[in-house]
């Protein structure tokens, strides 16, 4: 290129070699920027992701050490011993580990700033681009010091509308990621709340990508006056349903009475949300199947949430033991089982009361709280082993269905013996037989 210039310029046309070296001098500036704003981006990535690495690395770190130290003592170790620290290696978060959605997201930005700025480099100089803005395809009315003005639409303002069109649908298809990846970087914020930010930010990326292409296209408020007023009758008629789980998956979004992550009870299923979307959020119950849920029901129906403002859910564990057993003994042992679980907590503490005498069994209830709702089901079979062992250890017996028969011993026992009836065809085989013998 630099020896194209020199001969343009030799020939004479000194004006246009300098502007089009201008623009050349331009366009390398601006593709070295785009490379090193590419670079520094996905390094800026790079050290956020081994920066959440290393704290999760550390958590995890943290806990296995508090595990270790609860444990009990292992045989042969010195009473005053202190436990083997768990092994622990520093992450190393590679180019690789980035989230895909991020990088394309990036690459998309940086070239469509690449090709805005091309666009305004050469511009001046490539008369061929003016022809698409001679392309008139029809007209747009706007007021100007409130006079009605007619303005073209040609087949620049088309091109640029797909471009914004195309734009908008990346953002929606990455975003989500970079933003994941940001907000990560603040502790406070959980997943629930994550989500709803990146959920939000969608629909208000959407709404202003739809408005920005219409705008391109000439098309105002003024147009869509007569489709506005037939998406009226449309939603008294037919689409109530759909806008009504939209308004409601938007106040679920702010008002939260679910988040992601939580475990809920929707009619007769339990499971966790896994997903909000615009018309239905999503209910993974225990067996991995998914349920749609119509968000309209979560605002007007009746919603039971286990962890919504405190995960701490109570347990009930009821246990027979048989009669004669020693009910403070039985009550003593339950109890401690219960204060000795990791993930029991001491306030409210566990209790065990005396309910019934019931008709094999000396009822005994458990009633504790633990810390989470995910460990749930897996402390109340720990629990109920333990009690078990503990119980058999101790004599305990666990009481079991029992029916007494009482003979009346005052006189003596009537025993009567009838012979059941028979077919003539019995009656002759045993004559038959008879004969025989």
């Known amino acids: 290129y630099p020896i194209v210039m020199i001969i343009l310029a030799w020939s004479g046309y000194l004006y246009t070699a300098t502007v089009e070296s201008n623009n050349y001098l331009d366009s390398v500036q ?30 995890r770190h943290r806990m296995a050490s508090e595990t270790a130290q609860s444990a009990p003592r292992e045989p042969g170790r010195e009473p005053g011993g202190e436990a083997a620290e768990p092994h622990f290696e520093e992450p190393q978060a590679e180019l690789s580990t980035l989230s895909a959605d991020t990088r394309a997201l990036i690459r998309f930005s940086l070239a469509f700033v690449a090709v805005i700025g091309f666009v305004l480099i050469w511009s001046d100089t490539l008369s061929a681009l003016r ?23 040609t087949l620049l303002h088309l091109g640029l509308a797909l471009l914004f069109a195309a734009g908008t649908w990346v953002l929606l298809r990455r975003l989500p990621s970079l933003l994941e990846i940001i907000l990560l970087r603040r502790s406070a914020l959980s997943a629930a709340d994550r989500y709803a930010v990146t959920t939000l930010t969608s629909y208000v990326i959407g709404a202003m990508g739809i408005l920005l292409v219409l ?21 008294g008629f037919g689409l109530q349903e759909i806008v009504a789980n939209f308004v409601s998956g938007l106040i679920i979004l702010f008002e939260r009475p679910i988040r992601l992550g939580d475990t809920v009870t929707v009619g ?48 009930v564990l009821v246990v027979g033991v048989a009669y ?8 003593a042992i339950m109890t401690g089982i219960a204060e000795a679980h ?3 907590i001491d306030e409210p503490p566990p209790v065990v009361t005396f309910d019934t005498f019931g008709d094999n069994a000396l009822t005994l209830t458990l009633r504790a709280f633990v810390d989470s709702v995910d460990v749930r089901m897996s402390t109340i079979s720990a629990l109920n082993r333990a009690i078990n062992q503990a119980f058999a250890e101790a004599g305990i017996s666990i009481a079991f269905p029992q029916r007494d028969l009482h003979l009346d011993t005052t006189r003596p026992l009537q025993i009567e013996l009838r012979r059941s009836a028979t077919t003539p065809d019995a009656r002759a085989k045993r004559t038959t037989a008879g004969d025989a013998r």
Do not use: C
Request: hydrophobic residues 45%.
């Open 268 to 315: 007769d299923t339990d499971g966790v949300v896994t997903k909000i979307r615009i018309r239905a959020t999503t209910i993974r119950n225990w067996d991995r199947k998914e349920l749609l849920v119509p968000n309209k029901e979560f605002v007007t129906g009746r919603l039971l949430n286990w962890s919504l403002s405190d995960p701490v859910t109570r347990i």
């Open 215 to 235: 705008g391109t296209l000439g098309v105002s408020w003024m147009h869509l006056q007569w489709m506005a007023a037939a998406l009226s009758v449309g939603i």
């Open 342 to 344: 990791e993930h029991v």
């Open 30 to 59: 601006l593709i070295l920027a785009v490379v090193l704003l590419e670079a520094l981006a996905l390094r800026w990535l790079l050290v956020v992701r081994r920066r959440l690495s290393y704290e999760a690395a550390l958590e």
């Open 324 to 331: 004669g057993s020693d009910v403070e003994q039985a009550s």
């Open 131 to 153: 022809v698409f803005e001679d392309q008139v395809l029809w007209s747009k009315t706007v007021s100007v010091g409130g006079e009605q003005q007619q303005r073209p639409v």
